[in-house]
């Protein structure tokens, strides 16, 4: 175990960072993910403590990250942006 964590918790969190560089996903998008890859819902939900603990996950960063994706990446408007951050958070 790392620091207290077991190895399926310790994998779990990696997978979650993976996807997160690739794209923030929504709390909901994350567990659902991390269900079919076979983890539990204590480990989602650890993990996604985890990530919230170490500031991966809040709602500034999600604003943030929406607020890139969806000016830069893909330009939409405001009610648009407001209906994927609520979708989101």
């Not at 809040?58 to 209906?83: D, H, V």
Request: with cysteine; net charge positive; hydrophobic share 35%.
């Amino acid at each position: 175990m790392q620091g207290g964590r077991s190895e399926r918790l310790t994998q779990a969190i990696a997978q979650s960072l993976c996807r997160h560089r690739q794209r923030h996903l929504s709390t909901h998008e994350l567990a659902q993910r991390l269900a079919a890859k076979g983890f539990t819902e204590t480990e989602t939900r650890e993990t996604i403590e985890w990530l919230i603990a170490e500031g991966y996950r809040s709602g500034a960063r999600l604003a943030e990250r929406l607020i890139e994706r969806y000016t830069e990446e893909r330009p939409s408007g405001r009610l648009r942006i407001e209906q994927e951050f609520v979708a989101a958070a």
